[in-house]
């Protein structure tokens, strides 16, 4: 079906849907003179949504709303990740979808860093300390001591935005870096070397630490299994702020316990909130951040920048958008 059109400015209508970012507060600070109204959950979302011509969300989007949104004629995401939207029934309906891809690299890449630092420097080992006030003494076994970064080998699984900005920022520390990419022609950007998504296995045994910054795809769901982690080395940590089905979690579980591997920064799981019974809460190498990877105080206005742009686009009849979705 071909897209729908979009009315003009005057007569537009935007629907800001998100539990707690302050997206149409920061609209209202432009002054653009376009309608616009902020719903916060999923029932006002329902009732509301008829009134919409663009929808700007992320978690609250449900595909159960196509049908009865007559006015949607695009979606602007509020994150980077697409896998809540159904594409095919999108473009059925003639309703454009653009992700955020790009609007948190810095923010992503600067977490994923932070948990890499964190995990080398004991971070956590010492936040449970300040909190027991134990002052923890010199130690003897070498192993056990807070790491350095530089010579050590990062791999980045998923060479996109986040994961080049990320190897810039691990080649600062001197890391020595290998990135994993569909289309290996393209560069290798910070990285030392790059190699294709099928030889991820091979590069495994050579890391230090391994972060995850790719989509959450067919492809790539379960890509971190029992195999993938036992090619790992048991000084090695997982660092995740992709999604959290891009690991196999009771494998990962299994692996923490039996300590086959060292550690891992989480800042996304299976299930979101992470329920009080998990248990990933009492495992002590463990660093968990509530999916605010990409969080910042800047995001709203970064998300708005590209709304923007996407509804200007639409205005001149321009066919592409910026991260057009479907």
């Excluded at 790719?214 to 029992?226: F, M, Q, R, Y």
């Excluded at 790992?232 to 591997?261: D, F, T, W």
Aim: overall charge neutral; some cysteine.
């Amino acid at each position: 079906m071909p897209a729908r059109a979009l009315p003009p400015k005057e007569k537009l209508t935007i629907c800001f849907a998100h539990v707690a970012y302050r997206m149409g507060e920061r609209f209202a600070v432009r002054n653009t003179g376009i309608n616009a109204f902020e719903v916060r959950n999923l029932d006002d979302l329902k009732a509301r949504i008829a009134e919409a011509d663009v929808v700007v969300c992320s978690g609250l989007w449900r595909n159960e709303f196509i049908p009865v949104s007559p006015k949607l004629a695009f979606i602007q995401s509020i994150s980077a990740g697409t896998d809540q939207y159904g594409k095919d029934a999108l473009q059925a309906a003639g309703i454009r979808v653009a992700s955020a891809q790009g609007s948190n690299e810095r923010a992503v890449a600067e977490h994923a860093i932070t948990l890499i630092l964190s995990m080398a420097r004991l971070i956590p080992e010492a936040r449970d300390n300040q909190a027991a006030k134990k002052w923890r003494g010199m130690i003897g076994d070498i192993s056990k001591r807070e790491d350095e970064l530089g010579g050590k080998t990062l791999v980045i699984v998923g060479m996109g935005r986040i994961g080049s900005r990320l190897a810039t920022l691990a080649k600062a520390f001197d890391m020595k870096v290998i990135g994993t990419k569909r289309d290996v022609t393209k560069g290798a950007g910070a990285a030392d070397r790059v190699v294709g998504e099928g030889d991820l296995l091979s590069v495994l045994p050579e890391a230090d630490f391994v972060a995850l910054t790719c989509p959450l795809t067919p492809k790539t769901e379960n890509l971190i299994d029992a195999k993938a982690l036992a090619a790992m080395k048991p000084s090695a940590y997982l660092i995740n702020v992709a999604r959290g089905k891009v690991v196999n979690e009771p494998a990962l579980l299994e692996a923490l316990k039996a300590k086959r591997i060292a550690g891992a920064g989480l800042d996304c799981v299976w299930e979101e909130p992470l329920p009080a019974t998990s248990p990933l809460w009492e495992i002590p190498n463990v660093l968990i951040t509530p999916h605010t990877a990409g969080e910042t105080r800047k995001y709203e206005d970064n998300i708005l920048d590209l709304l923007m742009e996407n509804l200007e686009r639409m205005w001149r009849g321009e066919a592409a958008l910026k991260n057009q979705f479907a």
